[in-house]
C-alpha cells in the first residue's frame, strides 16, 4: 500500500508540476529562479557529462571496432558509434549523470526545507511550494536532458572518432562521414524524447522524495538515497519501454 | 563580485551552452536529412519503378560513376510495383540505354542504388519514369541450389558415388599396405634399400672406370699423335737420312769390326722398328683392332657418359620420389 501511495502522490506533483510550467515566465523572480535552476543542471553537471559521454564513445569504439577489425569492416565503425550512441546511450548516460548529481541535490535540497518546516512556512504564505520550488527545477531538468543528451552524442562521438584514427587506423573524416550517413532524423527525435522524459522522471521523483522527506537529517538522506535509486530503475525501464514503442 | 553580476555570468554561460547545443542540434537535423549544406548543390526527385526492390530503403545511398550523387528519398509500393523516389544531384546524366538496379552494399547487408549512364540521348531525370532492374536474390538461388543438391543426395547417384569410392580407397588400402609391407617389386624398391646401395656402388665403379677410360684414352690419342707423326713422310724421311748420315759417319770412323758390326745391327734394327711402327699406324689410322677402334671411334666413350648420366639420373629421380611415395602410402593408408 505504502508504494501505491508513493506513486500517486509522485503523479500527483508530476502533474501539478507540468501544468504550472507556464507559471514560470510571469514573473522575473520565477525567471531568474529558472534561470539559475538552468545553470545548475546544465552547466554544472557539464563536466561529468563531457567525461562520462567521451568515455562512454571511446568504450564502444573500441570494443565494436575490435570485432568489426575482424570482419574488415572498421569502415561502418562511425555508424556503430553513432547509431548506439544517438538512439541509446546518450540519453541513457546523460539520465545517470543528471539523476545522480541534479536529482539527488534536489531531493537533498527540498528534504532538508521539508524537516526544517520551510516548506510548511510557504503554505502558510501562500505560496505554492509546487509552483515556487519544484516547477523551475522540473522544468530546467526538461530543457537541459535533451541537450545535454545531444551533446553527450556529439562527444561521445567525437571520443569514438579518436579512438578510431589512433587504436583502429579509421580515418577520423571517414568515421564522421560514417557517423553521419547513418544517422535518421527518427534516431535523434527517439533520443530526445528520451532525455526529455528523462529529465521529466528525474525531476517529479527528486521532488517527490524531497517534499515527502520524514525523520529529519536521516529522512534527507534515506530521501536523496531513494531518489537516485527509483531514478536509476526508471530511466531504464522507460529507455526499453520508448525504445520498444519507437522500433519494432 | 556581486549577486547580480554572478547572476548574469551564470545566465550567460547557461544561454551560451544552449543556443550552441541547439545550433548543433539544428545542423544535424539539416546534415541527417540529406541538404548539403557546404557544397549547395541542387537536387531533383526522380522516380524509378521496379519489380521489387530487394531490401532496399530509405536513405540508401545513390551511386553515379562510382560516387554518391545522392539518397533514396521514399519508396512507394503500388499494385504491382514499386516506386522508389530517388533525390540525386541535378547534375547527374541519365541516357537512353541507362541501367538503374540496386546492389548489395556488402556480405554484412546494406543496399544502394547503381546508376548507369548509358549511351543514347540524355533524357530528362524530372519527366521521365525510369525503369529499374529487378535484383538479384541471393538468397533465393542460395534455396534454388540447396534444393537442387537435395534432391540430387536423394536420388541415390551420390550414395553409389560414395560406395564405389569407398571400394576404391579400400583396393587402394590394400595396395598400399602391401607395398609397405614389402611385397612385389614396387614394394622391395621401397622398403629395401639394397638396391639403392647397389645403385652407388655401381655408379662409383662406372665413375671409376670412367676416370680410368679417360687415362686410356690420352695414351690413345698419344699414340696417334705419335702414329700422325710417323705417317708423316717428312719424319720418316728425316729420320731415315739421320740413319744413313749415321751409317756414312759411322763407316767413316776409326772403329773396330766388333764395333761396326754392332752399330750395323743397330741401324738394322732401327730400320725394322721404323717399318713395324708404320704398319702399325697404317692399321691405327685403319681403325683396325680394338685399340685402333678406341683411336678412331669415341662412340663407346660418349656411350658410357651416357649410361653414367642416365644412371645418375635414375638415382637422383630415386632419391626425390622416395619420399612422396612414402608420404603418399602413408597419408592413403590413413584413409
Known sequence: ?248 | MSRSKASGFSDLVTGVFMLSVLALLGYFTIVISGIDLITGKEKVDVRVVFDQVGGLKDHDNVMYRGTKVGTVDRIVLGDREVTVIMNIDKDVILREGYTIRVQSMSLLGGNLMVLEEGEGLVLDLLSTDFKGQTPTDWMKDVQDITANLNKITSSGEIEATISNLKSATEKVNNVIAKVESGEGTVGKLIQDDSVYEDLKVTVANAREVTDEFKGVRTVIENVTQITEKLKDDKYYDELEKGLTAFRTAFEHLDMGEDLKASANEVVVKANDLLGTLNNVAARLEQGEGTLGKLATDDTMYNEINALIRDMRQVIDNYRDTTPISTFGSLATGAL
Open chain 1, 1 to 248: 500500500m505504502g508504494f501505491v501511495r508513493e506513486i500517486g502522490a509522485a503523479g500527483k506533483i508530476g502533474l501539478g508540476t507540468v501544468i504550472r510550467f507556464p507559471t514560470v515566465f510571469r514573473s522575473r523572480d520565477s525567471r531568474a529562479e529558472f534561470s539559475h535552476q538552468l545553470y545548475k543542471t546544465g552547466i554544472s553537471t557539464l563536466p561529468v557529462v563531457t567525461v562520462v559521454s567521451l568515455f562512454t564513445g571511446m568504450i564502444m569504439a573500441l570494443q565494436v571496432g575490435l570485432e568489426l577489425r575482424r570482419f574488415n569492416q572498421e569502415i561502418y565503425l562511425g555508424a556503430a558509434v553513432m547509431i548506439s550512441l544517438i538512439r541509446e546511450m546518450a540519453p541513457f548516460s546523460c539520465g545517470l549523470c543528471l539523476a545522480s548529481c541534479v536529482g539527488s541535490a534536489i531531493a537533498a535540497e527540498l528534504g532538508t526545507m521539508k524537516v526544517n518546516d520551510e516548506i510548511d512556512a510557504l503554505r502558510i504564505m501562500s505560496i505554492s511550494p509546487l509552483k515556487f520550488l519544484a516547477v523551475p527545477r522540473v522544468l530546467a531538468l526538461c530543457v537541459m536532458a535533451p541537450l545535454l543528451a545531444f551533446y553527450c552524442c556529439v562527444i561521445g562521438t567525437i571520443g569514438g572518432g579518436v579512438v578510431g584514427a589512433t587504436q583502429l587506423g579509421v580515418d577520423f573524416g571517414q568515421f564522421m562521414s560514417s557517423a553521419m550517413s547513418i544517422a535518421e532524423r527518427k534516431d535523434l527525435f527517439v533520443g530526445l524524447v528520451k532525455a526529455l522524459v528523462f529529465g521529466l522522471t528525474i525531476g517529479v521523483v527528486a521532488v517527490s522524495k524531497g517534499l515527502g522527506t520524514k525523520l529529519g537529517a536521516t529522512g534527507v538522506g534515506r530521501a536523496t538515497q531513494h531518489s537516485v535509486i527509483v531514478n536509476f530503475l526508471l530511466i531504464l525501464m522507460f529507455g526499453y519501454m520508448i525504445t520498444r514503442l519507437c522500433y519494432q
